[in-house]
């Protein structure tokens, strides 16, 4: 079986609760199409996040990589198209607070997302949930993680799918941190599945043809 490797975050700033974490606690061990989901949480930490994803990679060796951070006051489910070479912004857990820094000295500006986010906002759209691509995952720990993992990937020449998604707070977020729009933890779930099984189809779709190429 293959190996999808999930990700969320700890809790951060003044949001007492990570949704991203539940949700990667309810999707770990799911079968999605041929993926095993093997979920982790990651730290709230421009020192260690990075070295982290990457040091779960090399441990796990996935067929694929999604992580997904809370973006509060958004109101849809939003893959990010694109992670920058930048680290900026909020404070994080550990008081580090990087100001214009690269992620890597010499990295390139930017790297595209490898997930299939245009389908994947179709089908959740299609099933009901409010989804779009995201132009910018900003510049402070999801898109340093979505940075991260595309990099690995490209100097390691790994076609291995990777990206981000962004999600909206849950309702159990918005009760306690006061004005964020917010979804119930259900639909959270069911958006995260309902794209994983995109990328799943589609990776199949994909070495079905490799498949027929090679006969
Ligand atoms: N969201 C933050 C970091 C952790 C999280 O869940 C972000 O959007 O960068």
């Known amino acids: ?6 990700t969320g975050f700890e809790p ?3 949001f007492s609760v990570n949704p991203t974490m539940k949700v990667v606690e309810e999707l770990d061990g ?3 199409g041929e993926y095993q989901v093997i979920s982790k949480v990651l730290p709230v930490d421009f020192a260690k996040a990075g070295g982290q994803i990457i040091g779960l990679i090399e441990e796990i060796g996935p067929d694929a990589v999604v992580s997904l951070g809370l973006a509060a006051g958004r109101f849809k489910v939003t893959p990010e198209r694109i992670a920058i070479n930048f680290k900026d912004g909020a404070v994080d857990n550990e008081g580090n607070q990087p100001v214009d820094e690269p992620i890597k000295q010499n990295g390139p500006a930017g790297y595209l997302s490898t997930l299939p986010i245009r389908n994947m906002i179709s089908r959740l759209v299609e099933e009901g949930l409010p989804a779009d691509i995201s132009n910018s995952a900003g510049a402070y720990l999801c898109n340093n993680v979505m940075y991260e993992a595309l990099h690995y990937m490209e100097i390691h020449k790994k076609d291995v799918p990777s990206g981000f998604i962004h999600i909206p707070a849950s309702h159990e977020l918005a009760i306690e941190h006061g004005n964020v729009p917010s979804w119930p933890h259900r639909d959270l779930v069911k958006g995260v599945r309902l794209c994983l099984e995109v990328l ?6 994909i070495e079905t043809g490799k498949i027929a190429m090679n006969q």
Do not use: P, Q, S
């Not at 079986?1 to 999930?6: D, E, I, Q, T, Y």
């Not at 799943?200 to 779709?205: G, I, Q």
């Open 1 to 6: 079986m293959k190996r999808l490797l999930l």
């Open 12 to 14: 951060f700033l003044d």
């Open 30 to 32: 799911a079968v999605i």
């Open 200 to 205: 799943a189809a589609e990776t199949a779709v």
